[in-house]
């Protein structure tokens, strides 16, 4: 997010706009935390993790009367655009806000799980299926070393889509994502005919969602194949940070640029994306359904490549 904020404050000061961030999202709009942004304000911070302005839930947003403080402070500041960056929860409340504030507003997709419509590529995205095969590299060091299958579950309740990318680039034995309700007597079928002589064996799961609880999982596998010595590795919340990724630090200046001039150029109420390489504008009704199927090429070759 920060590679996007430095590139809406510096292309916003080439067009010689005054601007300011807010500090805490919506929550610091209504709290009237605004700070004025300059060329030094985002120096430095491009290959910088989370964000320089904070974030928080707010739970007074999402009441008429929160929104009413956040649009008199966006008044008071005589702000004539906003650009918020976020996920699903972030463009709800600003498609709602609109109806009470016609104040202009676009978004730039923010979310590591990738599963907004309207871009192929959510900002965080790369860097966290680069953090997870990463791990999972080091983790097959062990499992190779001890002859040990390793369950590793990584972030996605409601989507699958780092499970299967980045199962895929650490060559997982097997992917189990949000999406589809794990089919147990496949997985067994699968890890007891499956090669004997490879070295490790790993298997992603997607957190929850259709997948159930990844110790449940390992549990089940556990009794119904007991020559196998299981362990189970939560990534958690190491994959919503660190550096990003050159191809994030990239996507995300791009979003952020195509942002401002979004603005001056008129448009409202609408997400900017990329897609196959080009900037796309998509309206925040439909950019915050999310994506319930995945590519079936991926699937199809994460079974195949898994044999």
């Known amino acids: 997010m920060n590679a996007c904020i430095r590139a809406v404050v510096r292309t916003a000061l080439f067009h010689k706009l005054e601007i300011s961030g807010i500090l805490h999202g919506y929550d610091g709009m209504i709290k009237d935390e605004f700070i004025a942004m300059s060329t030094k304000s985002v120096s430095g911070i491009i290959q910088r993790g989370g964000t320089v302005l904070k974030t928080a839930r707010s739970a007074e947003f999402m009441t008429k009367e929160g929104m009413k403080k956040a649009k008199e402070n966006l008044e008071k500041h005589n702000v004539e655009g906003v650009i918020a960056i976020g996920g699903d929860g972030t463009f709800k409340g600003a498609q709602e806000f609109s109806t009470i504030c016609q104040i202009p507003l676009v978004g730039c997709p923010g979310t590591i799980d990738n599963d907004l419509i309207g871009t192929d590529f959510t900002i965080g995205y790369d860097t966290a299926i ?178």
Do not use: W
């Not at 972030?155 to 780092?162: C, N, Y």
């Open 130 to 307: 680069n953090t997870v095969v990463e791990a999972v590299d080091k983790i097959r060091d062990t499992a190779e070393s001890h002859d040990r299958l390793f369950f590793v579950e990584v972030m996605g309740r409601d989507a699958g889509l780092i499970a299967l990318r980045s199962g895929i680039g650490a060559g997982a034995e097997a992917i189990l994502i949000s999406e589809a309700k794990t089919d147990m007597e496949k997985l067994l079928r699968h890890l007891q005919e499956g090669r004997k002589d490879k070295a490790s064996k790993i298997i992603i799961v997607s957190e929850q969602g259709g997948t159930g609880s990844v110790f449940k999982i390992a549990e089940e596998v556990k009794k119904a194949l007991p020559f196998y010595d299981i362990r189970v590795s939560v990534l958690g919340h190491i994959q919503r940070g660190g550096n990003p990724t050159c191809m994030d630090r990239v996507n995300s200046s791009r979003i952020g640029f195509s942002a401002v001039e979004a603005l001056i150029a008129g448009k409202k109420n609408v997400m900017i994306g990329i897609i196959d390489n080009k900037i796309a504008f998509t309206p925040f009704k439909n950019a915050v359904k999310h994506i319930n199927e995945l590519h079936p090429d991926l699937v199809r070759m994460m079974e195949v490549l898994a044999i």
